[in-house]
């Protein structure tokens, strides 16, 4: 990760296809569940549970386990360190796509 002065800051983990696809689905969310968000990626289990594997050791989401009608559920959410690193990561794409980087 290379810091950049008022464009914000290229993230690496983020920056993979899919993991940014998850942190771009959930920021506007105070949560989804986990097929909710594997439907709308249109992606199998094992791909999704990778990704959110490497984000959740990297401290940018929290998943919470819950039991709804006798059935295993999981609640994705971003931590503030994941959507500030979202955020700075999306600023620092719009200043490379503006030539700014």
Do not use: W
């Amino acid at each position: 990760m290379s810091a950049m002065s008022n464009h914000g800051e290229f993230n690496e983990l983020i920056h993979a296809p899919i993991r940014l696809r998850i942190c771009a689905s959930l920021a506007p969310l105070k949560y989804a569940e986990f097929a909710q968000l594997r439907d709308s990626l249109g992606i199998a289990d094992s791909v999704l549970s990778k990704h959110l594997k490497q984000l959740s050791e990297a401290g940018f989401i929290d998943v919470e386990k819950f039991s709804k009608g006798g059935r295993s559920h999981m609640r994705l959410m971003l931590t503030p360190n994941g959507r500030q690193a979202y955020v700075r990561h999306v600023a620092a794409l719009r200043a490379l796509t503006e030539g700014s980087y």
